[in-house]
């Protein structure tokens, strides 16, 4: 890792020396009593783009300056001219919802913003009023996240509904939010809000650090962030979990989590993460607990499939036939018989044609993505095999490995381990088993190494914790998970008291009412023993 990072980056004190720190303040520019030089001052910073409007009020006396694509021209029209021209207000400070400031900087960033900006000759206060115009799409469920029990809305692209879905599931006052202003062209707003009382205070410090220090002329969504903010920007594996559904998010609150989102983006990051955070998916604690854990095993049992399935039958066809049963060494024989090249061949064709359907599908219209599809599984996979050009095996390998890579809940770990898929083919193609055992220990290790915020990311596993092997592997019922996770650093550990104590009382109830029946019976007994040897009269 450091080679690449001396070969794309250099000599780090050189660059350290060369960066260019933006630490200084807000710009100042005290307005002026004069009109015209307001408004000149304004018109000169917009570089006189059209979309700016100057509308002249008070018979060239006071000026109402707006973008027009950012701004409503109907809350114009109601909260700003029909109170003036109405006579409604004697000074434009009376308007509700009005800010002065002295400032013209500070004038320009709210135009930015979608506001309107109201100056009066012989008058250096600037009035600002909010009349930006929205346009928002309905939630719905995430394409890409979808699920069979639970909700079905997921984040839009503006961030106070998107705070607002989260708030509506956490109505506690413990939910806290912090606002940043990120890009120094952009601007965009960036939201962290985590858990006062649960959430590690130091990993809010070393988030709130991290953002902090992002210099860039552009931050578009939280992906941008995502790159400036993660541990190691060299490893495949994702360190923050991205998601778009409201639910997902508040979990991961309410285990002591941060979460971060963006304007403009429908994504939440979620930090701390873990590897295993990645294979946990909403409809895991929306059904009994049985069937959440035999699907999480599946889920689970595909990670070995995807990155391992084709280097496992490289090694096998190449270096270690006689591990096959001797019923189908025939049909295998027979099968790779009549390719012209090797199987490390055969699978990096099969695996790159995988790849381009899938992106052609994904960037095409949705009808014409369904039939590119069927056509490059059906025709194209069958053609390929009667050309002789790959075997039958083959054919199924790489299917099964695509399915496999498409059943993790998490789209940026599915695309990792599609990658991871290459180095095994090589290895497996060089040193057959011994090569995969290399490739596998390697990513072990690399996991095992590691972290996210500070948090081990293959925790519970490696530094391993039995306490919290309860919801990794499995997802035992949830009247048992009692306590955080501890790689969420929680300072809060216990998430529930007692939810099981009708349980308890009841069967307290039914030994009581048995041990009540056996004594009245064995009193009963006794009586009719005494009676029984009283002598006769």
């Known amino acids: 890792m450091g080679f690449f990072k001396r070969l794309f980056h250099g000599d780090h004190t050189k660059i350290q020396d060369r960066q260019i720190t933006d630490q200084s303040q807000e710009p100042q520019q005290a307005s002026s009593s004069k009109l015209s030089i307001n408004v000149e001052y304004i018109l000169q910073a917009f570089n006189q783009t059209n979309d700016l409007k100057v509308r002249v009020l008070k018979k060239g006396n006071a000026a109402l300056l707006y973008i027009e694509s950012l701004a409503d021209q109907e809350k114009v029209q109601a909260k700003i001219f029909a109170p003036l021209e109405l006579g409604h207000v004697d000074d434009i400070s009376d308007i509700p919802n009005s800010k002065q400031t002295l400032n013209l900087e500070e004038a320009i960033v709210s135009l930015l913003s979608g506001h309107a900006v109201y100056v009066e000759d012989g008058s250096s206060k600037v009035s600002m009023f909010n009349v930006t115009s929205v346009f928002n799409r309905t939630t719905e469920e995430p394409q890409n996240e979808k699920v069979v029990r639970g909700a079905h809305d997921g984040f839009v692209e503006n961030l106070m509904i998107n705070i607002n879905l989260v708030r509506k599931r956490i109505e506690h006052r413990s939910l806290t939010v912090k606002y940043y202003k990120l890009g120094k062209k952009t601007n965009t707003n960036v939201a962290l809000m985590y858990m006062e009382g649960i959430t590690d205070p130091t990993i809010v410090e070393e988030v709130d650090k991290r953002m902090k220090s992002i210099s860039a002329d552009m931050i578009h ?105 001797d019923e189908l060494i025939i049909p295998v024989k027979a099968s790779i018989n009549e390719i012209a090249y090797p199987p490390i061949m055969e699978a990096l064709v099969m695996v790159i044609i995988i790849e381009l359907i899938r992106e052609a599908g994904i960037r095409l219209p949705q009808p ?170």
């Open 368 to 537: 014409i993505g369904q039939t590119i599809g069927i056509v490059g599984g059906l025709v194209i996979g069958d053609a390929v095999v009667r050309a002789g050009l790959v075997s039958n095996l083959m054919v199924i390998v790489v299917a099964l490995t695509a399915i496999a890579s498409f059943v993790v809940p998490s789209n940026e770990l599915s695309t990792t381990l599609r990658l991871l898929t290459f180095p095994l083919i090589f290895l497996a193609g060089s040193l057959g088993f011994v090569g995969i055992m290399f490739g596998m220990m390697f990513i072990l290790i690399h996991l095992a190494r590691l972290e996210s915020f500070g948090v081990p990311y293959f925790a519970p596993v490696a530094p391993l914790s039995f306490v919290d092997l309860k919801d990794t592997f499995v997802r035992l019922p949830l009247y048992m998970m009692k306590k955080r996770p501890k790689d969420a650093h929680a300072i809060s550990p216990v998430a529930m008291g007692p939810s099981r104590e009708w349980k308890d009382s009841e069967q307290s109830k039914q030994s009581g009412s048995k041990t009540e029946s056996e004594s009245t019976k064995s009193k009963s007994n006794t009586n009719s023993s005494s009676h029984s040897d009283q002598p006769k009269a």
């Open 221 to 325: 969504s939280p992906g941008y962030v995502e790159e400036f903010i993660e541990d190691q920007s060299y490893s495949p594996f994702p360190q923050m979990l991205n998601t778009e559904r409201p639910d997902r998010v508040v979990a991961n609150l309410m285990e002591g989590r941060v979460a971060i989102m963006a304007e403009g983006s429908p994504t939440s990051l979620i930090a701390p993460s873990t590897f295993f955070m990645f294979y946990q998916a909403p409809d895991d604690y929306n059904m009994r607990w049985f069937t959440g854990t035999f699907v999480r095993l599946i889920r689970l049992f595909s990670f070995i499939i995807a990155i391992g399935l084709p280097a496992f039958y490289i090694a096998i066809v190449s270096f270690h036939f006689e591990v096959i049963p």
